[in-house]
């Protein structure tokens, strides 16, 4: 049912799984060279940094993150949070290329640096360097941006401080991820194909052929390579319900989400929710008086002893991180995760015993494995749909190939980079996929590309300075 969803989505406009381009239509082959800006807007951290690549595979990387302050995700107008960005930008120029910016300023020639702009929301892109939001998630809601182009706003700003500086590439976080990748690899190793995002969100982005894609593509972009990096929106996968698993904590928590029955799928797989499902499923435990959770050792109810206001009491007040260290605590006496109960739950240390962090433990396993195997169904989907793994088409695309990889997947984010074995669940059920199986499963390499949405996004704006402003000098 994913794989039609991606085939549907290559023919026809789609309330769900839309399947936008990228307009980015080549993968990094790591000779680049530059020195360039990246700008990730997560949902939950912005960064910037500055690229420069040597020509190599090798690069310098600065880099700067601040946690987006909540009171902008759902400010009055646009303003509020393109301003803010702009000025973490001008922040990070200041400590790390003061000199450039003052050049710039009194030179003659046209000098700037190119900036990519990943903005990590469903955009509908008209070229590599514009696309208007189409709607927010992650918890965000500022009405005045939807239809409007989110890099205009971001140039606006930038321009009202006078920085050097163009935003040359919209970029999604899963191309940024595939192309930070691309770059770092070995020359002789098989370029990634496959980029995925499990982090506030999540999505992934795939090379498709520009054959395979029947519904029109608006604006310019390369047609040289004769294809294109399509975004498959896997978030909102299944909003209808038909297979995702579904038990009350999901149904609770969807009802009390900004989107109620969109996003199912991220609802079931990302770090926005996670701590919710497992806040909800531990709560009802707690309430089961017989079942003694969090009670002190007369079997007490120590309901009165810790506030009402805890976060074990207040939705979405629990981060993800908890089913990170729940996994990773294998000690007998849980010291660990008792001390992050306390903290992210709010329960007092001496209500918190061996056994209660056994029970989180094993209800943090259950929605942490669910949520990896899911994610490896939707990359195992993907991976299917690319056809990457049919050896003929792959020596036709041309392709480097070696017997070892044939289809390489890179993925960011902070639930892949610190579940434990979340790659390894994944890879269950990439195994599991009657398409894959044990065999060519063992031909998939899965990288993680560090902070790859913001160095990806500089990379590609590199690239795309060349196509958007060819008469301008950029770095
Ligand atoms: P963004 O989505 O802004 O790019 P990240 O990739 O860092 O940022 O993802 C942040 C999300 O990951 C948050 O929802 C947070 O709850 C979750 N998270 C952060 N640390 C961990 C961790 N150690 N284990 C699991 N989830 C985590
Ligand atoms: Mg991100």
New binding site residues.
């Given amino acids: 049912m994913l794989i039609a969803a991606i085939e549907l989505g290559l023919r026809q406009r789609t309330p769900s799984m839309c399947q936008i381009p990228t307009y980015l239509t080549q993968v990094a082959t790591g000779l680049e060279k530059g020195l360039s800006i990246g700008v ?1 807007l ?4 912005l960064r910037v940094c500055s690229v420069e690549l040597h020509g190599d595979s090798t690069s310098d990387i600065l880099h700067t993150q601040v946690r987006i302050p909540p009171e902008l995700m759902v400010a009055k107008a646009s303003h509020d949070l393109f301003s803010f960005i702009a000025r973490q930008i001008q922040d990070f120029l200041v400590k790390f290329h003061l000199a450039f910016i003052q050049d710039a300023k009194s030179d003659a020639h046209d000098q700037y640096f190119a900036l990519g702009f990943t903005f ?1 929301f469903p955009v509908y892109q008209s070229a590599i360097n514009s696309g208007v939001l189409l709607n927010w998630t992650k918890g965000f809601d500022i009405p005045d941006t939807i239809n409007q182009d989110v890099c205009q706003l971001l140039q606006r700003e930038i321009d009202l401080l006078e920085l050097p500086v163009r935003v040359t590439a919209l970029v999604n ?1 899963a191309a940024g991820t595939i192309i930070s990748r691309a770059y770092g690899l070995p020359l002789s190793r098989t370029r990634p194909t496959i980029g995925a995002i499990f ?3 999540t999505n992934g982005v795939y090379l498709e052929s520009l054959s395979e894609i029947t519904k029109t593509i608006d604006g310019d972009y390369d047609r040289s390579t004769g294809k294109m990096f399509m975004s498959t929106e896997w978030g909102s996968f299944d909003n209808k319900l038909s297979v995702l698993p579904v038990t009350p904590y999901d149904t609770e928590l969807n009802e009390h989400s900004v989107n109620p029955g969109n996003q199912m799928f991220e609802k079931r797989v ?3 929710f ?2 919710e499902l497992l806040r909800l499923a531990v709560l009802q435990v707690y309430y089961d008086d017989g079942l003694g959770l969090f009670r002190d050792d007369t079997g007490k109810s120590n309901t009165d002893d810790f506030n009402r206001g805890a976060p074990l009491h207040t939705r979405w007040k629990v ?3 908890i ?2 260290v729940a996994e990773a605590d294998n000690s007998e006496l849980l010291p660990a995760l008792r001390e992050k109960i306390h903290v992210s739950f709010g329960v007092p240390r001496d209500s918190v015993s061996v056994r209660d962090a056994q029970v989180v433990k094993i209800i943090a396993h259950a929605i942490g494995t669910r949520a990896a195997r899911l994610a490896g169904m939707a990359v195992g989907s993907v991976i299917v749909q690319s056809q990457l793994l049919d050896e003929t088409h792959h020596v036709a695309a041309g392709l480097e190939a070696t017997r070892e990889t044939i289809v390489d997947v890179a993925v ?4 892949v980079e ?2 434990p074995g979340f790659e390894q669940y994944m890879r269950e059920s990439l195994r599991a996929l009657e398409q894959i199986g044990v065999e060519k499963e063992s031909r998939i390499s899965i990288g993680h590309a560090k902070d790859g ?1 913001s160095v990806g996004a500089a990379i590609i704006a590199l690239l795309a300075a060349e196509q958007v402003v060819p008469n301008s000098t950029h770095l």
């Fill in positions: 990730d997560g949902g939950t951290n990590s976080d982090g506030t969100g990302s770090g926005m996670l701590g981060d993800s991180s089913l990170s960011d984010g902070s639930v610190h579940y949405s």
